[in-house]
C-alpha cells in the first residue's frame, strides 16, 4: 500500500507571496492532519480535516488554512508568507479519527 | 493539559551500545503512546506504540513499556547501529478531549561506527 506522498517536497517562496501544499493520504484514510516543524518550536499542529470538514484547529493565524477534497487528498494554504513560516510542513493520514497517524516526508518551504 | 518530556539530546553511542531514551507524560484519562523515528530528510514513521499500560511495544529491536505508575514511555534498544542515527519522537494522544497528538521536542541519536 503506498504511503502519504506530499508534492511538492521542496518550496522556494519570497515574503508576501502564497504557497499551497498538497497531500495524498494512504489509500482509506479519510482523515488527514498538517504539523509545522520548526528547530525552535518543535512539531505543531495546524488542523485535522475528516470527510470534508475541518474537525480541529491549532493555534496559527488566519494565513494558514486548507480544505479537503471528496477523495481524501488535502491542501493546505499559507498566504502573506513571513520568514517565520520556514518550515518543514507535515501531512499525516489516518484511517478515522482517533486512530494512529502516518507521515509523508514533508515539504519543505523557504521563505526569502 | 497534555505534554511529553524527552531527554535532551544528542545522544551519541558507539554501535552495539545500549540505547535507552527517556520519555514521560502528562495527560488525563489512559492516552495511547508513540515513537516516531525522522530520518535526516525525511517524514515521521511511526516506529512503535502502546495503548494501555504494562503493554510493551516493539519494533526493529527497539522496545518501550507503558509504565502509569512513572508515567513513563522509555524508549530502549540492547544494540544500536550507525543506521539507527536519527531523531526520535515521543508522543501521546489523549483518550478524551483532545485526541490530536501532542509530541515532544525530540531527540537525536548519533551512533558512531
Known amino acids: 500500500k503506498a504511503g502519504v506522498t506530499q508534492t511538492p517536497r521542496y518550496l522556494i517562496k519570497t515574503r508576501g507571496q502564497q504557497v499551497t501544499l498538497s497531500c495524498s493520504p494512504i489509500?482509506?484514510?479519510?482523515?488527514v492532519s498538517w504539523y509545522q516543524q520548526t528547530p525552535g518550536q518543535g512539531l505543531q499542529f495546524l488542523f485535522e480535516?475528516?470527510?470534508?470538514?475541518?474537525?480541529n484547529k491549532g493555534n496559527f493565524p488566519g494565513r494558514f488554512s486548507g480544505r479537503q477534497f471528496s477523495n481524501s487528498r488535502s491542501e493546505m494554504n499559507v498566504s502573506t508568507l513571513e520568514l517565520g513560516d520556514s518550515a518543514l510542513y507535515l501531512c499525516?493520514?489516518?484511517?478515522?479519527?482517533?486512530?494512529?497517524?502516518?507521515f509523508g516526508p514533508g515539504t519543505r518551504l523557504t521563505v526569502l | 493539559g497534555d505534554s511529553v518530556t524527552q531527554m535532551e539530546g544528542p545522544v551519541t553511542l558507539s554501535e552495539e551500545a545500549f540505547l535507552t531514551i527517556n520519555c514521560t507524560y502528562t495527560?488525563?484519562?489512559?492516552?495511547?503512546l508513540f515513537w516516531y523515528v525522522q530520518y535526516p530528510g525525511e517524514g515521521l514513521q511511526l516506529l512503535l506504540k502502546?495503548?494501555?499500560?504494562?503493554d510493551k511495544g516493539s519494533n526493529k529491536g527497539f522496545e518501550a513499556t507503558y509504565r502509569k505508575e512513572t508515567t513513563s514511555f522509555h524508549l530502549e534498544k540492547g544494540s544500536v547501529q550507525v543506521s539507527d542515527s536519527a531523531v526520535y519522537f515521543c508522543?501521546?494522544?489523549?483518550?478524551?478531549?483532545?485526541?490530536?497528538?501532542?509530541f515532544g521536542r525530540g531527540t537525536s541519536l548519533i551512533v558512531h561506527p
Open positions: 480535516y475528516f470527510s470534508e470538514t475541518q474537525r
Open positions: 508522543a501521546l494522544s489523549s483518550s478524551g478531549g483532545s485526541y490530536i497528538p501532542t
Open positions: 489509500s482509506g484514510h479519510r482523515s
Open positions: 495527560a488525563t484519562g489512559y492516552p495511547s
Open positions: 502502546a495503548t494501555k499500560a504494562d
Open positions: 499525516a493520514s489516518s484511517s478515522s479519527i482517533r486512530d494512529t497517524q502516518y
